[in-house]
């Protein structure tokens, strides 16, 4: 793992906006696996802020996203599509053909990840795979667990995670409960990883993830078995270091 330290949010966005940049340049038609959340929103303003001066060119990029909530229609201002379209897609070239999200409306649990596996395996591996982290260590929507889930699943998400993202849905009652989500497998098998990490309230699970053991119970603690891991974090995530 390398730790790459940033001042603040600001800087931390675009340092982790830089590698993605250099990895369109060093190859137009690679495979981004992209996250949502509030963690990557300056990565992505970074970005668009660079195509609109013409330093990075998505026109050959297609993208893989971790995860989408469970029952929500892609134009549902809270779904993971609709998040992608306006704080990305909808402002560089992109052809959103080649962007994929997992179907939040397949009501057949088994078949949408089934798909969306096949997806990914058709894709022939994501180039550069961009994570948040979560309070509880999740990536993705892969949350602590007695097991590292594989491919891609359904997943209850837990009270921490549902509290965590209250604050972007009307009230509590209206975040749902469920989400498919990419598989831990799948994301260990991106060539490269990079994980944005900010805020003092990160700083704990940041230290475990990096420094605790090896458990399913830290989802993202399995990042330390991958081969080239960039994290990301401003000075207050990286203050139990």
């Known amino acids: 793992m390398k730790i790459c330290r940033a001042k603040d949010y600001k800087e931390l966005?675009?340092?982790?906006a830089n590698l993605i940049r250099a990895q369109v340049v060093m190859k137009?038609?690679?495979?981004?696996?992209?996250?949502?959340?509030?963690?990557?929103?300056?990565?992505?303003?970074?970005?668009v802020e660079w195509y609109k001066k013409g330093d990075i060119d998505?026109?050959?990029?297609?993208?893989?996203?971790?995860?989408?909530?469970?029952?929500?229609?892609?134009?549902?201002?809270?779904?993971?599509?609709?998040?992608?379209?306006?704080?990305?897609?909808?402002?560089?070239?992109?052809d959103k053909s080649r962007t994929s999200v997992p179907d939040g409306l397949e009501p057949d649990a088994e078949k949408a990840c089934r798909d969306y596996d096949a997806i990914i395996e058709k894709s022939g591996g994501v180039d550069l795979q961009l994570l948040?982290?979560?309070?509880?260590?999740?990536?993705?929507?892969?949350?602590?667990?007695?097991?590292?889930?594989?491919?891609?699943?359904?997943?209850?998400?837990?009270?921490?995670?549902?509290?965590?993202?209250?604050?972007?849905?009307?009230?509590?009652?209206?975040?749902?409960?469920q989400a498919y989500t990419m598989g831990i497998r799948s994301i260990m098998l991106a060539k490269k990883?990079?994980?944005?990490?900010?805020?003092?309230?990160?700083?704990?699970?940041?230290?475990?993830v990096v420094c605790g053991p090896i458990t399913p119970q830290v989802p993202a603690s399995v990042l330390q078995l991958h081969p080239d891991v960039t994290i990301v974090a401003d000075e207050e995530a990286l203050s139990c270091m």
Request: net charge negative; glycine share 8%.
């Open 193 to 208: 990883i990079v994980v944005v990490v900010s805020g003092k309230d990160k700083a704990e699970i940041l230290q475990k």
């Open 58 to 94: 998505f026109s050959r990029v297609s993208t893989i996203n971790l995860d989408e909530y469970r029952g929500l229609t892609p134009d549902n201002d809270q779904s993971y599509r609709y998040f992608m379209n306006i704080h990305l897609f909808d402002h560089v070239n992109i």
């Open 132 to 177: 948040g982290l979560g309070h509880n260590g999740h990536i993705g929507f892969n949350e602590p667990s007695d097991e590292f889930p594989c491919g891609t699943h359904c997943v209850d998400l837990t009270p921490s995670t549902i509290n965590a993202n209250k604050r972007f849905f009307a009230s509590e009652a209206d975040v749902p409960r």
């Open 28 to 47: 137009p038609d690679c495979i981004l696996g992209l996250a949502t959340g509030s963690s990557p929103v300056g990565t992505y303003e970074k970005l």
């Open 13 to 16: 966005s675009r340092k982790a």
